[in-house]
């Protein structure tokens, strides 16, 4: 492993935002250098968003950790991932899930879904469906999921998508209030919200008919 990314995991430890033993040996495995623009890869063991073309960005390494502690994914879940853009994150969260989990990783900007299916090819992992499509409303045609994360910031959390979690299942996405929410679903109409404040994240792209 490149020593600048070791330091870099291990800064995000000491400070608090990496805690998991699961979570952390997934992100040992995937460097950030094979996700970002080969023009940046130099910049890829800092801890900051970088961009990666068409207006969007890999997030902050702090924040990709922060927001996968508060999923909480466990072996075997079903994931349903939104915006997965270069598919760094995706590709931490296929290690979690394991084998008899699956990710359902969506981008909806067709060259960077190619540019993160391409970027997942090269560590030929076996449960993760990445498709360009629009999910801004959620993809039912999965669900029930036991888990849901957004790389885009949302005006609101969308009702349809929190009725696509199982009971039990949690759902962490930003909002263009700046901050996150973690909504867990309780029961089949009772929800439970946290939201940190604290982030800023490119808001999500919709087409004008998704087809979900």
């Known amino acids: 492993m490149d020593t600048g990314y070791l330091e870099l995991i291990n800064d995000i430890i000491k400070l608090g935002y990496l805690k998991t033993p699961r979570i952390i040996e997934a992100f040992k495995k995937f460097e950030r250098k094979y996700f970002v623009p080969k023009a940046l890869a130099y910049q890829a063991n800092l801890n900051q968003p970088l961009p990666i073309g068409y207006g969007q960005t890999i997030s902050q390494p702090l924040t990709v950790a922060f927001m996968i502690e508060l999923l909480n994914p466990k072996k075997g879940n079903k994931v349903l991932e939104i915006g997965a853009g270069s598919g760094w994150q995706t590709a931490i969260l296929s290690d979690i899930v394991g084998e008899n989990g699956v990710i359902y990783a969506f981008e ?8 993160g299916r391409n970027n997942i090819k090269r560590f030929n992992l076996k449960n993760i469906e990445f498709e360009h499509k629009d999910v801004s409303l959620g993809y039912p045609q999965k669900s029930p999921y036991d888990r849901i994360i957004s790389g885009a910031a949302f005006d609101q959390i969308p009702e349809s998508l929190k009725h696509q979690l199982a009971i039990g299942g949690i759902l962490i996405a930003p909002t263009q209030n700046d901050d996150i929410r973690k909504i867990k679903r309780i ?16 808001p999500i792209t919709k087409n004008n008919n998704p087809q979900t």
């Open 108 to 115: 909806i900007i067709e060259s960077l879904a190619e540019f």
């Open 187 to 202: 029961s089949k109409d009772k929800f439970k919200e946290e939201i940190i404040p604290g982030f800023v994240f490119v």
